[in-house]
């Protein structure tokens, strides 16, 4: 019983840690609602948005694509939403042929149109392949989101937009992207949905 109890203790700091990092999102919702405002003009305006990642951020990059081209919660037409980490074969051709860093810019560079949005999703802000795309997007004419997490690594300052959600815990900032995600995801739909 003893393992228990301090499996139920673990269980509940991680759950209130959560919660604190969740809650520190309340401070930037300036910053989040101009987020939200520059994907909606964005999808408006009839031009599209590519979002890229790494790892558990290459999930968010991805569920953020799917939820425009699929749905959130309602019924509505179909949004341009593009994952650059999706396509595998694209992803092993890239890094094989000119190296892991071009696998997100090579892409934006054959897909992405001016009036675009490029959308990053980096826990640490340090991956050269998430610079060089922003790097790419910024100079083909598109807007830029980084959502990024700790103290914004080296991508801090490079988009037009950024969150940098404060804190050391890798998890607990996926999870506040999350949040910031389906934040997005409501204003999408509350402009886009048919009532």
Same mark, same amino acid.
């Given at each position: 019983?003893?393992?228990?109890?301090?499996?139920?203790?673990?269980?509940?700091?991680?759950?209130?840690?959560?919660?604190?990092?969740? !809650?520190?999102?309340?401070?930037?919702a300036? !910053?989040?609602?101009?987020?939200?405002?520059?994907?909606?003009?964005?999808?408006?305006?009839? !031009?599209?948005?590519?979002?890229?990642g790494?790892?558990?951020?290459?999930?968010e990059?991805?569920?953020?694509?799917?939820?425009?081209?699929?749905?959130?919660?309602?019924?509505?037409?179909?949004?341009?939403?593009?994952?650059?980490?999706?396509?595998?074969?694209?992803?092993?051709?890239?890094?094989n042929?000119?190296?892991?860093? +071009?696998?997100?810019?090579?892409?934006?560079?054959?897909?992405?149109?001016?009036?675009?949005?490029?959308?990053?999703?980096?826990?640490?802000?340090?991956?050269?392949?998430?610079?060089?795309?922003?790097?790419?997007?910024?100079?083909?004419?598109?807007?830029?989101?980084?959502?990024?997490?700790?103290?914004?690594?080296?991508?801090?300052?490079?988009?037009?937009?950024?969150?940098?959600?404060?804190?050391?815990?890798?998890? +607990?900032?996926?999870?506040? +992207?999350?949040?910031?995600? +389906?934040?997005?995801?409501?204003?999408?739909? !509350?402009?886009?949905?048919?009532?």
């Open positions: 019983m003893h393992e228990m109890d301090n499996m139920r203790a673990r269980i509940c700091a991680g759950v209130n840690a959560s919660v604190v990092t969740i !809650r520190r999102l309340s401070s930037q300036e !910053r989040i609602a101009a987020v939200c405002s520059a994907v909606v003009d964005v999808l408006r305006g009839g !031009r599209s948005v590519l979002t890229a790494n790892g558990g951020s290459a999930a990059a991805m569920h953020m694509a799917e939820e425009l081209v699929g749905r959130y919660r309602g019924n509505r037409r179909s949004l341009p939403g593009i994952a650059l980490t999706a396509d595998g074969t694209a992803m092993t051709c890239i890094g042929d000119f190296g892991f860093e +071009h696998v997100f810019g090579r892409q934006i560079e054959g897909l992405g149109k001016a009036g675009d949005l490029l959308v990053v999703f980096s826990t640490s802000g340090n991956g050269a392949n998430l610079r060089q795309a922003v790097e790419t997007a910024r100079s083909q004419g598109l807007r830029t989101i980084c959502m990024l997490g700790r103290d914004g690594g080296a991508l801090a300052g490079h988009a037009d937009l950024e969150i940098i959600v404060p804190g050391g815990d890798t998890a +607990h900032i996926q999870e506040a +992207h999350q949040v910031i995600l +389906h934040l997005i995801l409501e204003e999408v739909e !509350r402009v886009f949905c048919v009532s």
